[in-house]
């Protein structure tokens, strides 16, 4: 199995800028998914991209998958304070249903 | 609403002091699972199960116990739990094709800090 290897380890921005971060693996996937998780709490399942997606929107989100080069790229527009989070695209594991997680990005949303 | 619920939220508890934290979902999901989380370490899976009845170890299941007797309900136990247990957990569900690659969204409960002292 593998996981998802968030980049950047953090990012700071101001209201209103973009944020970018991107997911790499090493093998073939069928699909991958984003999920945030704010301090603490739960994770929250953004979108999923599947392996003969390129590109996906949901709201202020948009992500893409290029499986040439086996990654993807999470991009947040006109950011707010309540996106501060952490960001992971766990990979499916070895088991049917088991998610594979990194150490994710933690990007901060600053007034 | 869909959700997943967990209870207790915050747990304090001794050394071999059993308990158990429950974890129901409303979504007639077949998938549940647990997962840890650990600074440094991430989120890691407990244990799993498919369906009723039919559960299975993921990458730490050392002193824990599940059941599943009914599809709602995916109760974590820990029999003598210990201060490596001290951890936040999370119950996590989702529809299942029962086998196959693909995997479906899932939902994650608000978790349960739980120390053990």
């Known amino acids: 199995s593998q996981q998802g290897e968030e980049d950047p380890q953090a990012l700071s921005i101001q209201e209103g800028e973009n944020a970018t971060m991107n997911c790499s693996y090493k093998?073939?996937?069928?699909?991958l998914q984003w999920y945030r998780q704010n301090s603490g709490r739960g994770l929250v399942h953004l979108i999923l991209?599947?392996?003969?997606?390129r590109e996906k929107h949901s709201g202020r989100l948009r992500v893409t998958l290029d499986t040439s080069k086996k990654s993807s790229s999470l991009l947040i527009t006109a950011s707010r304070a309540a996106d501060t989070a952490s960001y992971f695209c766990?990979?499916?594991?070895?088991?049917?249903?088991?998610?594979?997680f990194g150490a994710g990005t933690q990007v901060v949303v600053t007034p | 609403e869909a959700q997943v619920t967990q209870n207790p939220r915050y747990l304090i508890t001794v050394t071999g002091k059993k308990l158990t934290v429950t974890c129901s979902q409303n979504?007639?999901?077949?998938?549940m699972s647990w997962y840890r989380q650990d600074p440094g370490l991430g989120l890691r899976q407990i244990y799993y199960?498919?369906?009723?009845?039919?559960?299975d170890k993921g990458d730490v299941p050392e002193g824990y116990k599940v059941s599943r007797k009914e599809k709602r309900n995916f109760p974590l136990i820990l029999e003598s739990p210990s201060p490596n247990q001290t951890s936040l957990y999370f119950c996590?569900?989702?529809?299942?094709?029962?086998?196959?690659?693909?995997?479906?969204?899932?939902?994650f409960g608000p978790g349960t800090r739980l120390t053990v002292t």
């Open positions: 996590a569900s989702s529809l299942s094709t029962g086998g196959g690659t693909s995997s479906y969204e899932q939902y």
């Open positions: 093998t073939s996937i069928n699909n």
């Open positions: 991209i599947r392996s003969n997606e």
């Open positions: 766990p990979l499916n594991g070895d088991s049917w249903g088991k998610l594979q």
């Open positions: 979504m007639n999901h077949e998938y």
């Open positions: 199960s498919m369906n009723v009845e039919v559960t």
